[in-house]
């Protein structure tokens, strides 16, 4: 098992460009997860899944978009690419556990992350 | 809404002594608490979580964790820290809408 899969590594864009960053997870995993980190700020939640054909945002997430057609493919997407932008990008995934209407949350399952730069 | 406060930015010790790294907590509910750790140009590694079983949650290398309700603490330790624990630590809390929400990090510097 290859585990959480993301591409590119690195990634120097324009301001104004286009870009789509891809996760993919080998886990059959429900969740998935995109996250920015930037110094100082730990890690912030951009936009999340619970299921295929789901997406909901999270803290941070304008000036993004996230499909999730498959349930093993989660797309983080940058339409009009800006400094601000700049930063490492994880994605992850997860599963729940427990049942009977209450779950509890597994650990998360990190790719390596890509390194963006927008000029 | 669930949150949580790294309480230090930076923590330097001394080879052979304790480590302390802070967390508190806000949620409305009983949390899923989580440490990971990131060693310099690495990924994110769990380091040992709760989710309301016992208070004392023991983890990998040596670290663990006391949850605290009265407190809304999560505090991590080690009672004796090694240079391979330099790295940067996030406390993190999960919401039952499988959100994981991540504190600021907290640096440790081990200092030989």
């Known amino acids: 098992n290859a585990g959480v899969t993301q591409t590119p590594k690195f990634r120097v864009l324009k301001t104004g460009q286009s870009m789509t960053l891809l996760c993919a997870q080998d886990?059959?995993?429900?969740?998935m997860y995109w996250y920015r980190q930037d110094p100082g700020m730990g890690l912030r939640l951009i936009h999340y899944?619970?299921?295929?054909?789901?997406?909901a945002k999270g803290e941070v997430p304008d000036g993004y978009n996230v499909s999730r057609l498959k349930k093993q493919n989660f797309l983080l997407g940058l339409e009009s690419a800006a400094p601000s932008q700049t930063s490492v990008y994880f994605c992850?995934?997860?599963?729940?556990?427990?049942?009977?209407?209450?779950?509890?949350?597994?650990?998360?399952?990190f790719g390596s992350g890509t390194q963006l730069s927008v000029l | 809404a669930q949150s949580v406060t790294q309480l230090d930015s930076h923590v330097s010790v001394s080879e052979g002594t304790p480590v302390l790294l802070r967390c508190n907590y806000s949620?409305?509910?009983?949390?899923?608490l989580f440490w990971y750790v990131q060693h310099p140009n690495k990924g994110l590694q769990l380091l040992l979580k709760?989710?309301?079983?016992?208070?004392l949650v023991k983890g990998i290398n040596g670290f663990e964790a006391e949850f605290k309700k009265s407190e809304t603490s999560f505090h991590l330790t080690k009672p004796s820290a090694h240079m391979s624990d330099a790295a940067e630590y996030f406390c993190?809390?999960?919401?039952?809408?499988?959100?994981?929400?991540f504190g600021t990090g907290t640096s440790l510097t081990v200092i030989p």
């Open positions: 899944s619970v299921g295929e054909g789901t997406t």
């Open positions: 992850a995934s997860s599963y729940p556990e427990g049942g009977g209407g209450w779950t509890t949350n597994e650990k998360l399952f």
């Open positions: 993190v809390v999960a919401t039952t809408g499988n959100q994981f929400y």
């Open positions: 709760y989710t309301s079983a016992a208070t």
């Open positions: 886990m059959n995993h429900e969740y």
């Open positions: 949620s409305s509910y009983s949390p899923s």
